[in-house]
């Protein structure tokens, strides 16, 4: 049975008569305030998640860990965000995203400087099963108000949103590696990353939404059914198609093209770069482009870009491959997330959380399946394999309603 759309514009809190407290107090969700706050928001969460990946060696190294053992202590990360992102999604629901997305953030800023100074395995994988459940709910809630802002404004915004997220990526990866590489330790570094964390989350804050954005009745957590499945699914593939190339390029760089150990980073930031300026210029596309269009089209280039990387044995060609893997990829899910915003078969809290859920299981645990799938048969047709369910993406996008994927943002 299909749930009633729920109340897009949360009830104000506060209503003080010649004052502006309501405003700040509840910003209404076409506001200037809450647009600033929602790209913002995106920033935090990409640049929140990069930063610890450059500690990572140095946790491995300082606890002699093998590969083996840093495989399953970042499974840790894994589950505490899988878990935590429907919970986010519910509680955002009740209460509004402000508060949820500020509890996540300081639990990010907690965890992040046990993860960069301690030893004990047990505290280590404490820390971060609390990290991940922190960017987990993190990327889970700044959706559902991307959600409700997208539509609140009628302007197509979700590819600029998520555009901001790879900036932060990039930004929170690079600036802790040059910090490191200026000679901060692990923990100076990470206390940086915490002191411009909590500084954005303070800008942040006023414009996040506090109100309930549902209606009072209806259940906490729901399992994703109709096209809300659908749509998870397609995001699942591009999300593995994405964590395949942070994960694997530079490894598939090293074992199968022979590349010197210096530039096998190129593939990750080939990858990245066509990402980032895709959904920066996303925005402008989807105003002009038909979402089907983006759907389809994108999802069918970054399956010709896998299939480069793994048919033609030239390390340049690779490259190029990543590249139109990034391009491909970079505007689908944008495209996606708003029609969970056109979507009348479950409450846009509960759809994002669960479109977010499956989504980040691909970056999460994808990877992880394509190694055991590389044992047993070889990387190239482990990552040749992600090629042909992006062309499932692309017949999936033919068959979903116009109406959802190319509707424009209704009131």
């Keep these: 049975m299909r749930s009633s759309r729920p109340s897009l514009v949360p009830a104000y809190s506060i209503k003080l008569k010649g004052s502006d407290l309501s405003l700040i107090a509840n910003p209404p969700p076409n506001s200037i305030r809450a647009q600033y706050a929602t790209r913002l928001a995106f920033l935090i969460a990409g640049f929140s998640g990069a930063a610890w990946a450059p500690i990572i060696p140095y946790v491995k190294l300082r606890c002699g860990l093998t590969d083996a053992h840093l495989g399953l202590l970042l499974l840790c990360l894994g589950m505490g965000s899988i878990v935590a992102m429907p919970i986010a999604g519910s509680l955002a629901g009740r209460f509004g995203c402000r508060w949820i997305i500020a509890v996540a953030t300081l639990a990010v800023c907690c965890s992040l400087p046990v993860l960069s100074s301690s030893d004990i395995i047990p505290l280590l994988a404490g820390a971060l099963i609390i990290f991940g459940a922190g960017v987990g709910s993190i990327d889970c809630v700044v959706n559902v108000q991307a959600v409700i802002v997208e539509r609140a404004c009628q302007n197509a915004m979700m590819s600029g949103f998520h555009g901001l997220f790879s900036v932060g990526g990039l930004l929170g990866a690079i600036g802790v590696s040059t910090l490191l590489s200026l000679g901060f330790s692990p923990f100076q570094a990470s206390l940086a990353v915490v002191v411009l964390l909590m500084l954005s989350a303070f800008l942040a804050l006023p414009g996040l939404l506090t109100g309930r954005t549902h209606s009072e009745s ?19 593939i591009v999300f593995l198609a994405e964590g395949a190339a942070i994960d694997w390029s530079a490894v598939f760089l090293t074992t199968v093209r022979h590349v010197d150990m210096r530039y096998t980073g190129l593939g990750y930031v080939a990858f990245a770069s066509t990402m980032t300026i895709g959904r920066l210029l996303g925005d402008r596309l989807v105003r002009h482009v038909p979402g089907r269009m983006l759907v389809t089209g994108g999802s069918l280039l970054a399956a010709l870009g896998m299939l480069l990387v793994t048919i033609i044995p030239v390390w340049q060609v690779t490259l190029l491959g990543y590249a ?13 997330y708003s029609a969970v915003g056109r979507q009348t078969f479950m409450p846009e809290h509960l759809a994002v959380s669960a479109i977010t ?23 190239p047709l482990a990552l040749g394999s992600i090629g042909v369910l992006l062309v499932f993406v692309t017949m999936i996008g033919l068959m979903l309603p116009q109406a959802l994927i190319n509707g424009k943002t209704p009131k």
């Design 324 to 336: 139109l893997v990034g391009a491909g990829c970079a505007n689908v899910v944008p495209v996606l």
């Design 357 to 379: 859920t499956l989504g980040y299981s691909g970056i999460l645990v994808g990877p992880a399946a394509l190694g055991f799938v590389a044992q047993i048969v070889n990387l």
């Design 218 to 236: 209806g259940p906490a957590f729901a399992f994703p059914h109709g096209i809300v499945l659908i749509i998870g699914v397609m995001c699942f």
